[in-house]
Nanobody, 126 residues
Framework: QVQLVESGGGLMQAGGSLRLSCTAS????????MGWFRQAPGKEREFVAA????????RYAESVKGRFTISRDNAKNTAYLQMNSLKPEDTAVYYC???????????????????WGQGTQVTVSS
């Protein structure tokens, strides 16, 4: 069992930056592919970014490419999402997710993840 806790959300003006953290319980964090998803009001939860267990492979949604950076520190059981040049359309609840030995070809599929955090709100004002 893995428990995920997100932090770092908040209110930011457009053009600003935020860093989200996702801290996992358990001793097998390094076995999990980590993903970030987001859900805006009235919309489906969508893929944002994912990173393999060793950081060797990373994928981003087109909408955040060049602005967001995903990373992880296995020694701290923590994954990060650095968000720069924020836009109002980035406003959403952001969730981290963990998939055990998840094949990277399916990292954009939320149904393939095993564990989810409770989410953290990010609001970007114009």
């Amino acid at each position: 069992q893995v428990q995920l806790v997100e932090s770092g959300g908040g209110l930011m003006q457009a053009g600003g930056s935020l860093r989200l953290s996702c801290t996992a319980s358990g001793r097998t964090f390094s076995s999990y592919t980590m993903g970030w998803f987001r859900q805006a009001p009235g919309k489906e939860r969508e893929f944002v970014a994912a990173i393999t267990w060793n950081g060797g492979s990373i994928r981003y949604a087109e909408s955040v490419k060049g602005r967001f950076t995903i990373s992880r520190d296995n020694a701290k059981n923590t994954a990060y999402l650095q968000m720069n040049s924020l836009k109002p359309e980035d406003t959403a609840v952001y969730y981290c997710a963990a998939g055990l030995k998840l094949s990277f070809i399916v990292v954009t599929l939320k149904r393939r993840y095993d564990y989810w955090g409770q989410g953290t709100q990010v609001t970007v004002s114009s």
